[in-house]
């Protein structure tokens, strides 16, 4: 057993006790600082992968903004701070979540080592293909369409969150009191 | 490296998030449970695509790809959230149990809010 697998299993190790984390801590904020935890040992575990763009872009987007921008959500929902029991479902609920997500795990784990055991990837010498010239020379050439077209959702969403968060447009003249004064 | 590894860390990333966004009520830990699910694809596409080799790079970039879409689903997902925080003074996903609104109450309620604010 490789230097790389030990690590890689190391960070998913984390990767996971972080996600788990997430979904069941009673704290709001500490499950969006645990998500931190989660993504950043999934940014790990591609530079392991040699994705080295992709690992960067990981970090800066999910781990930057992503997080950042959950935290503000909560901070506007004046969400509480410390422990909270009203964040989870009633327990019949969550022990029928249990079971569907068990179920789950227990479908893909078993379809793909049925699928995929003893296959190996090759991490060689040669292992280039995610640095940030070649993501880019690939976005740029063979993909550069859909690019542009995320460019577009991109600015569609944006346009889209302003009008949401504005208070002083989209309601009808007349509508409710204190709906078009401030914003 | 065993392909097994990233397929598996993807696999159980998935559930996890299947998991959160079945049994959390609050609309921002949902947010949150989806970013794992997408996480976990991103994992599967940057293991497939060193696996294959691809000359394209087509798992790297779809990644990024996916990385984009789910910082625009995040903005708007929250602007929605707000909104209906605005609305409804409650984030709880339970309790948004109609769609149309009460105008008159909630007018008061948000007269009322707004000089605290």
């Known amino acids: ?183 | 490296m065993p392909l097994l590894m990233p397929v598996l860390l993807a696999g159980l990333l998935f559930c996890i998030g299947v998991y959160g966004v079945l049994a959390r009520r609050n609309a921002i830990l949902v947010l949150m449970s989806v970013e794992l699910m997408l996480n976990a694809v991103n994992v599967n596409l940057v293991a497939f695509d060193v696996w294959l080799r691809d000359e394209l790079l087509a798992g790297q970039v779809f990644t990024l790809f996916v990385i984009t879409i789910a910082a625009a689903e995040v903005g708007l997902g929250l602007a929605i959230v707000l909104l209906v925080f605005r609305q409804r003074e409650t984030s709880r996903l339970d309790a948004m149990d109609q769609l149309a609104e009460e105008r008159e109450p909630l007018g008061e309620a948000a007269g009322e809010r707004e000089p605290a604010a």
């Open chain 1, 1 to 183: 057993m490789s230097l790389v697998e030990v690590l890689f299993g190391l960070l998913g190790v984390v990767a996971l006790g972080a996600g788990l984390l997430v979904v069941t801590t009673r704290q709001l904020v500490h499950a969006a600082l645990w998500l931190v935890v989660c993504l950043g040992a999934v940014a790990g575990c591609y530079l392991l992968l040699s994705a080295e763009f992709v690992a960067w872009v990981q970090v800066l987007i999910y781990v930057g903004a992503v997080v950042v921008l959950l935290l503000f959500g909560l901070m506007l929902t004046r969400a509480p701070i410390g422990a909270s029991t009203d964040l989870d479902a009633p327990a019949g609920q969550r022990v029928a979540a249990a079971v569907v997500a068990l179920g789950l795990a227990g479908v893909v784990v078993a379809t793909s080592v049925d699928a995929f055991r003893g296959e190996d990837i090759v991490l060689g010498d040669d292992a280039v293909g995610g640095s940030s010239s070649a993501a880019g020379a690939a976005i740029f050439r063979s993909w550069v369409l859909p690019f542009e077209a995320l460019s577009v959702l991109l600015l569609a969403a944006l346009v889209g969150a302003i009008v949401l968060s504005r208070r002083d447009i989209g309601a009808r003249p007349g509508d409710a009191p204190g709906s078009g004064e401030d914003g």
